[in-house]
């Protein structure tokens, strides 16, 4: 199941002997484990009911699930780092561990509620993670979709009496990126930003969030679009300053590069800058800025642009150039199919 349906589940009251949390998304997964411990531990007895192992084997596990809850219906075993559904169990016999474990969880204790807490995804080959598919209920925490996170940032912003228009919401997610405890951390500065006034804008996201390397690139791409070398070459500088590798930085600069040249394409075919972020998945707000700066380019010249990224990133790799200096090689060369464009 995924997260909505386990929370759905949770208000029902329903409540499995045994779960297994994996996915990316670690502030939600966080939450819903949050969920499950104000569920099943009554208030002031949690310590006493609660049991948190790290890499434990098949013995350690069995014996906190058979311990009986205090004044409560069911004791909370959370277990991290499991060396038998991620990497390699460093102090006792996996292959052992993880067969009694199976045979166990087949019948587990209506006393007990066991929850596997792997960091990202399980390894779907280890013995324990194919028996748990069929005993234990697995919960997918994904990336939320845009329109999700969405929902999640304004009902965020709510809570702290502000709010937000779906346009600008789209920003702060292309700026600030998906990870939902970094977003978590902007609007806080946000709130505290807009001080008495209601609406968080543009203006405010630029003043005060930290960007991710995707959106800095972009912003660099940007500039050397609109001619601004100066701008462009202070960005990168930046960027390599804070320890990012030229050749990341060219391989974002090509995936740009290509960006322009379906924006217009497409733009070309007829299709709104709406229509065109739906087609090849990016974000509203950077295909509405992107569709006002390819005008100012021809096919060809897009074209040009990616495929010299693409040369000098090969160039790089086949041991032709030297990694330092390829990213700036390959931006003098894009400012150069401008001018020539004129």
């Not at 939600?28 to 609660?50: F, T």
């Not at 733009?267 to 709104?272: I, L, N, T």
């Not at 990016?282 to 390819?294: E, K, S, T, W, Y």
Request: one cysteine or more; a neutral charge.
């Amino acid at each position: 199941m995924d997260h909505r349906a386990f929370f759905d589940e949770l208000k029902k009251g329903n409540v499995a002997s045994c779960y297994v949390f994996e996915g990316a998304e670690e502030y939600i997964k966080r939450s819903a484990l949050d969920a499950l411990r104000e569920k099943l531990l009554p208030e002031g007895l949690a310590d006493m009911n609660e049991a948190r192992l790290k890499d434990p084997d098949a013995n350690q596990v069995i014996a906190s699930a058979e311990t009986l809850p205090f004044m409560a219906d069911k004791r909370l075993v959370i277990i991290r780092e499991s060396g038998m559904l991620q990497g390699k169990a460093k102090e006792y016999d996996e292959a052992k561990s993880a067969q009694e474990l199976s045979e166990y969880l087949k019948n587990p204790p209506d006393t007990a509620c066991i929850v596997f807490y792997v960091r990202d995804k399980a390894d779907g080959r280890k013995k324990l993670y194919q028996a748990l598919k069929k005993t234990a209920v697995l919960v997918q925490f994904d990336p939320l979709k845009e329109p999700e996170m969405t929902r999640w940032i304004a009902q965020s912003l709510k809570k702290l009496g502000k709010k937000i228009s779906a346009a600008t919401c789209q920003k702060l997610i292309f700026t600030a990126g998906t990870d939902l405890y970094a977003i978590g951390g902007e609007l806080q500065k946000l709130a505290a930003y807009a001080g008495d006034r209601e609406e968080i804008t543009d203006g405010d996201i630029d003043s005060i969030c930290v960007k991710t390397v995707a959106y800095r690139v972009y912003d660099m791409t940007a500039a050397l679009v609109r001619g601004d070398a100066k701008n462009a070459f202070t960005l990168s500088d930046a960027l390599i300053k804070d320890g990012e590798e030229e050749l990341y930085l060219l391989a974002l600069l090509q995936g740009e590069c290509r960006r322009m040249l379906s924006v217009k394409l497409l733009r070309m075919a007829g299709m709104s800058p709406d229509m065109i972020a739906s087609k090849i998945a990016a974000p509203p707000f950077a295909v509405r800025q992107l569709n006002q700066l390819v005008t100012q380019y021809t096919e060809h010249q897009l074209k040009k642009m990616a495929d010299v990224c693409m040369d000098t990133e090969y160039q790089v790799k086949s041991g032709q150039c030297a990694a330092s200096g390829a990213l700036g090689k390959a931006m003098l060369q894009l400012l150069k199919i401008r001018a020539e464009g004129k």
